[in-house]
């Protein structure tokens, strides 16, 4: 299965790659044009442009009513294409004690803003299987990890690396490439970098990911860095 991401590093990085749980929220927007959608997570305020479809939804993920990162998701893949955060220099620790969440407002416009904890009924999930992977999709699935665009090693705060427990954020990756490339490139730019760089990552889908499900693809990375 081949697997593609980009991530481009400039002088004023940003990497392309999207909790502590109550309060985490996330606000599918029409654009990132302010502050309070994200804008201060894109490199020079620049939102990515030129292969965005318009059925792509634009997310302004926060955590307690502060922007955390930015998103655009295909909720026909159940992917992230685009992913842009802060970095911020860490010890390096994953931190796996956070339920992961799920975005209410790719299923209605007219549901909470605030991203939620899975509920513990599957029978719950089929609410929002059809714009968005669910947990269903990587359960017995040993052959893929859980691989996060805006990962929780280049996050400091708790509260910043809670709202990376979203599937919002995360594409599957192959288990041999998500522990092996894909974590050493993770810290060659966390041991490498400064509080305050852009990172942004961009997916292009390949093939149907875990589970079998129609529209769940398998991405991976082509790292690069300018």
Not at 107 to 117: G, Q, T, V
Not at 127 to 138: H, K, P, R, S
Not at 200 to 220: E, F, I, K, L, N
Request: charged fraction near 25%.
């Amino acid at each position: 299965l081949v697997l593609a991401k980009h991530f481009s590093i400039t002088a004023g990085l940003s990497l392309l790659k999207t909790s502590l749980i109550k309060g985490v929220q996330a606000g599918v927007v029409s654009d990132f044009s302010h502050a309070e959608r994200c804008k201060d997570s894109l490199y020079m305020g620049t939102p990515p442009r030129g292969y965005l479809s318009n059925a792509f939804k634009k997310i302004c993920q926060r955590y307690e009513d502060k922007p955390r990162y930015a998103t655009v998701y295909d909720p026909r893949r159940h992917i992230p294409i685009f992913s842009a955060y802060t970095f911020k220099k860490s010890d390096g620790e994953k931190k796996v004690d956070f339920p992961w969440m799920f975005e209410p407002q790719l299923a209605s416009e007219k549901s909470s803003s605030n991203m939620e904890p899975f509920p513990q009924s599957t029978s719950m999930h089929m609410n929002f299987e059809d714009t968005q992977a669910v947990l269903e999709d990587y359960a017995d699935v040993v052959q893929y990890e859980r691989g996060q665009l805006n990962p929780d090693e280049h996050q400091a705060d708790p509260l910043d690396k809670a709202s990376t427990y979203s599937l919002t954020n995360v594409v599957p990756q192959i288990r041999e490439f998500n522990l092996g490339p894909w974590a050493e490139h993770q810290d060659i730019i966390r041991l490498r970098y400064h509080r305050g760089h852009h990172l942004w990552t961009h997916d292009p889908p390949q093939q149907h990911g875990p589970g079998g499900r129609a529209g769940v693809h398998v991405v991976g990375l082509l790292l690069h860095g300018v």
